[in-house]
């Protein structure tokens, strides 16, 4: 898509972010999104054909930032080129801090996941919860290397290692918007990461 069209995209997808957030999803129409960017209706419809996509495409956003940063290539090569243990701590500090930092970032998959936003329906609920889990697998599948590589311990469980990770950060991201804190605070994702690692980490 040409760089304009991405950047009309990406409007669109937060004035309706902020909607659905301020005022529901279910009394967010395109029409309004429309008014608010003084734009006609068709352009709305050349990237999505209702706004339960504008949503989707949110939430495939944030799986696809998350897969990116928890490349299994990447994290194979830089194992195989580094044996020192506080080395290797960090960078797998780094990848965690760095998912975190993504859902941080987007706290309407946190109010999402805690039906925090008037109007959902089931269709859309079902939606967030296949995301939940696709962002458990990748998770998953990146504590199942990191034990098989003997850097984390043998006891843990990959699945409910990576469901305890995804609901303690989600909770307490949620917690914090409710309460107006700084949820984006560096020091608290360093914090969450590094009891994280105190866990699991042989």
């Known amino acids: 898509m040409p760089p304009k069209g991405e950047r009309r995209k990406l409007q669109i997808i937060n004035t309706a972010k902020d909607m659905f957030i301020n005022e529901g999803f279910q009394s967010t129409h395109i029409g309004q999104v429309c008014e608010k960017l003084n734009i006609a209706r068709g352009t709305v419809y050349q990237y999505f054909s209702n706004k339960k996509e504008i949503l ?14 928890l490349d299994p290539d990447d994290l194979s090569e830089f194992l195989g080129h580094n044996e020192d243990p506080q080395k290797i701590k960090k960078f797998i500090h780094k990848r965690i801090a ?3 930092s993504v859902l941080v970032n987007e706290p309407i998959v ?5 039906k925090d936003i008037v109007g959902i329906d089931e269709e859309v609920a ?29 006891s843990v469980d990959p699945q409910i290692t990576a469901s305890m990770l995804i609901g303690g950060v989600m909770m307490i991201v949620y917690e914090y918007e409710k309460k107006k804190r700084d949820v984006q605070d560096s020091i608290l994702i360093d914090s969450i990461a590094d009891n994280y690692l105190s866990g699991v980490v042989r």
């Open 56 to 69: 989707y495409a949110i939430l495939d956003s944030v799986i696809e930032e998350i897969e990116d940063i």
């Open 110 to 114: 946190i109010k999402l996941i805690f």
């Open 126 to 154: 079902e939606r967030v919860n296949i995301s939940v889990m696709s962002l458990a697998r990748i998770i998953s599948a990146e504590i199942a290397e990191l034990k098989d590589k003997k850097i984390y311990k043998d």
């Open 98 to 100: 760095g998912t975190m």
